[in-house]
């Protein structure tokens, strides 16, 4: 590898972490005796079929860590948001999920040691998935082809983004695509499951009954503290990533995405928080779907201060669909000095799509296929995609 060092804008903080990962992936790499100097051995996967890729195997890095050496968990834990407020700042982010009406909170402060949580919401088992390296957080279906899989760490990336594998079969998976690269499952997708990035505040204040993922997680980890500290400043360049960097954005600004459609016929667009921050509410339209996005909140980064609640804010960003049963048109929301509007019925609505006030009180928005992730990787993924502009509407 070849740096020229007038382009470098790491930290020194940055550099310091680099360093430490690359050792570790040299000695990974030195004590395996990798017979492709791609940082892991096939001798390490005997149970993986890796006569059926979809992808270069060279591609696939290792990042360090071994295979579950960052440690799933398997057996969570829940309690009740007025515990989880006794260790958890207002602003902390936290992966929202609701299924049915039931709703959990996946605090990052404790995926970013794990990356993976498997388990059951009402019934329906998912695995809740965050690759720090691309602020990637996506929620699966754990349910394939009549069986319920279980996902570890591989401890390999694949265009920086964390690679899991199935335990049933050792199959490995890109956790950003939710697809499988390598092995038995070859070419097969697992469903997304709709869900949100925000405060646990927001979390808190939507509704009685909510859960969240307790500390109690059968480690012992530093919960609260960022081993990847300055890593997403927004000029910086990602680890281990060897595809091309788009040049429309940033690669570490973060962006809210959305897909519409299915299969071959999906459509792609994605909103930079530094344009949300501007615009703070965006009634859209997108491949003829009508989209409300929500962006007057804040959350906190998990990438930047060495202590999570001491880092800086950023927008807290979700988007919904704006079409809901009563009305023959969608709905058009606005902004008056209790929040978010629409203009309708004059229903208030809160950050995760619910109205809490007013005729509509109760109603739920529907949720878009959407995510927070880092420009750089959801453009390598979706090259496709189309960039919004606060001075477009």
Same mark, same amino acid.
Request: with cysteine.
């Given at each position: 590898?070849?740096?020229?060092?007038?382009?470098?804008?790491?930290?020194?903080?940055?550099?310091?972490?680099?360093l430490i990962r690359?050792?570790?992936?040299?000695?990974?790499?030195?004590?395996?005796s990798a017979q492709h100097g791609w940082g892991w051995h096939q001798d390490d996967w005997p149970n993986t079929a890796f006569d059926m890729t979809s992808v270069k195997l060279e591609e696939i890095r290792g990042g360090g860590p071994p295979k579950d050496?960052?440690?799933?968990?398997?057996?969570?834990?829940?309690?009740?948001?007025?515990?989880?407020?006794?260790?958890?700042?207002?602003?902390?982010?936290?992966?929202?999920?609701?299924?049915?009406?039931?709703?959990?909170?996946? =605090?990052?402060? +404790?995926?970013? *040691?794990?990356?993976i949580v498997n388990d059951r919401l009402k @019934?329906?088992?998912? #695995?809740?998935?965050?690759?720090?390296?691309?602020?990637?957080?996506?929620?699966?279906?754990?349910?394939?082809?009549?069986?319920?899989?279980?996902?570890?760490?591989?401890?390999?990336?694949?265009?920086?983004?964390?690679?899991?594998?199935?335990?049933?079969?050792?199959?490995?998976?890109?956790?950003?695509?939710?697809?499988?690269?390598?092995g038995w499952?070859?070419?097969?997708?697992?469903?997304?499951? =709709?869900?949100? +990035?925000?405060? *646990?505040?927001?979390?808190?204040?939507?509704?009685?009954? @909510?859960?969240?993922? #307790?500390?109690?997680?059968?480690?012992?980890?530093?919960?609260?503290r960022n081993p990847y500290v300055g890593y997403?400043?927004?000029?910086?360049?990602?680890?281990?990533?060897?595809?091309?960097?788009?040049?429309?954005?940033?690669?570490?600004?973060?962006?809210?995405?959305?897909?519409?459609?299915?299969?071959?016929?999906?459509s792609n667009k994605l909103y930079p928080l530094t344009e949300l921050k501007k615009a703070k509410l965006v009634n859209d339209e997108f491949a003829s779907v009508a989209l409300v996005v929500f962006a007057m909140g804040e959350t906190l980064s998990v990438l930047d201060s060495p202590r999570i609640?001491?880092?800086?804010?950023?927008?807290?960003?979700?988007v919904f669909r704006r079409r809901i049963s009563k009305y023959d048109v969608p709905l058009r929301f606005g902004i008056d000095s209790q929040g978010i509007v629409d203009e309708q019925t004059g229903s208030h609505w809160n950050v995760l799509g619910k109205a809490i006030d007013g005729p509509l009180v109760n109603t739920q928005l529907l949720p878009v296929d959407s995510g927070v992730h880092f420009a750089f990787a959801w453009l390598a993924f979706n090259p496709d995609s189309e960039i919004y502009r606060a001075n477009q509407n």
């Open positions: 590898m070849h740096f020229k060092a007038e382009k470098l804008k790491y930290t020194p903080r940055v550099v310091i972490w680099i690359l050792l570790a992936a040299i000695s990974a790499v030195q004590t395996a050496g960052i440690p799933s968990i398997d057996a969570p834990q829940f309690e009740d948001v007025a515990t989880a407020a006794g260790w958890m700042e207002p602003l902390e982010p936290v992966i929202a999920v609701n299924i049915n009406g039931a709703a959990r909170a996946y =605090p990052l402060k +404790i995926l970013i *040691f794990h990356e @019934g329906v088992p998912i #695995s809740v998935t965050f690759c720090p390296l691309c602020n990637a957080a996506i929620v699966f279906d754990r349910r394939f082809q009549g069986a319920v899989l279980d996902f570890g760490t591989t401890g390999l990336l694949r265009m920086s983004d964390l690679v899991m594998y199935d335990r049933q079969t050792e199959s490995w998976w890109q956790q950003f695509s939710g697809k499988s690269i390598v499952y070859l070419g097969s997708e697992l469903t997304r499951i =709709p869900s949100s +990035i925000v405060s *646990f505040k927001s979390f808190r204040d939507s509704g009685p009954g @909510g859960l969240v993922l #307790s500390r109690e997680t059968g480690f012992q980890r530093p919960y609260g997403d400043q927004i000029d910086q360049s990602p680890f281990l990533f060897d595809g091309k960097i788009d040049q429309r954005l940033p690669p570490m600004e973060r962006v809210l995405t959305i897909t519409v459609g299915a299969g071959n016929s999906k609640a001491g880092s800086k804010k950023l927008v807290e960003a979700t």
